[in-house]
């Protein structure tokens, strides 16, 4: 078994050589847009929950007191 | 700095870190985004998706800080959610794809040996991501065991089992492409 494993990792380093572990750039500036983007972004159940209470408000408008009773 | 001061400077800017301190965090971020970018790259063997998890890693990192203990170390917490996201991003990808499309430069050869490292990749890309990633992290990079079963979060003999078993199902796709090894 020996052998064929090192047979099959030295096919491996000559196929795919090991990868440059250097960054090209500085990736904080990315990073922040990205910590930006949390206060807009809206997950797809946050979505379908806010078409719901909508869609509930404008079919029933007598649940409005007792939604803002609740909250 | 002598070693105790570093410790607790560290512990600090965990603590600061934890209580969502922006500051704390692009410290850190500096701090190790090459270290845990590094790991990625060896796992995904692709730059620029290895940067797009190294975002996706911090950020994960930055959701989870109320859940950071400033006592532990925050490279090796960092290391084992990159070894996440990288195995992630990895699942993401087709996997016949995954492992070919990597820079790597068609070296001048006979045609018998391209083909041969073409038939490699292609079997390397067709290995469960966990098992590629062993895989990558263990016969290609020839990290430390030790090292790749804390960032999988697994035991040195799992990480040994996941190595023996990508050998396996590469000898076995090797034999499919008609290539001996």
Known sequence: MKPEEDKIREMLCQALPPTNPEMKQDLWPRMLRRLDERHVRMSWVDRILLLAVSAGVIAFPAVIPQLLYQL | MDATAQVHEAADLGRRFAAGDLDAFEMLFRRHQAEVFGWIVRIVRDQALAEDATIETFWR?????????ARREFGAWARRIAANVAIDALKARP?????????V???PGPIADRAMNDAVRRAFGLLPAKLRAAASLALIEEQPHAEI??????SVAAVKSRVHRSIE???KSLRRLQVTP
Request: charged share 30%; hydrophobic share 55%.
């Open chain 2, 95 to 103: 996997r016949e794809v995954a492992g070919i499309e990597q820079d």
């Open chain 2, 149 to 154: 079963a804390a960032a999988l979060g697994i």
């Open chain 2, 105 to 107: 430069a068609v070296a």
């Open chain 2, 61 to 69: 990192i930055y959701r989870a800080r109320a859940r950071f203990d």
């Open chain 2, 169 to 171: 199902l590469l000898r």
